[in-house]
């Protein structure tokens, strides 16, 4: 069984930045960042390999976030830059039962509670 924890969210201003952690308990494989906007579905932001060699991010946050992984500590990070009120959602980690699921979302089995990012104009 996988545990995903997630922190790092907050309150920020559009261009800051702000780096989430997600700090998982049991074996992972293939790790990703979704993200929930107020009455929007739940979207796949950027995907991690087992080794973290492999990443996937979408058009949205390409270019602005960088996914990460240190798995001695079973730890997966994402760093956002410039941000903009757009990116105000949910943030949660999900572990897939891939090497790497990529933008395959149906293999994200494991999800943390989630961490709240606000960005204000």
């Known amino acids: 069984q996988v545990q995903l924890v997630e922190s790092g969210g907050g309150l920020v201003q559009a261009g800051g930045s702000v780096r989430l952690s997600c700090a998982a308990s049991g074996r992972t494989f293939g790790m990703g960042w979704f993200r929930q906007a107020p009455g929007k579905e739940r979207e796949l932001s950027a995907a991690i390999s087992l080794s973290g060699r492999s990443t996937y991010y979408a058009d949205s946050v390409k270019g602005r976030f960088t996914i990460s992984r240190d798995n001695p500590k079973n730890t997966m990070y994402l760093q956002m830059n410039n941000l903009k009120p757009e990116d105000t959602a949910v943030y949660y980690c999900?572990?897939?039962?891939?090497?790497?699921?990529?933008?395959?979302?149906?293999?994200?089995?494991?999800w943390g509670q989630g961490t709240q990012v606000t960005v204000s104009s």
């Open positions: 999900a572990a897939s039962n891939q090497h790497y699921g990529g933008s395959n979302t149906g293999s994200y089995y494991y």
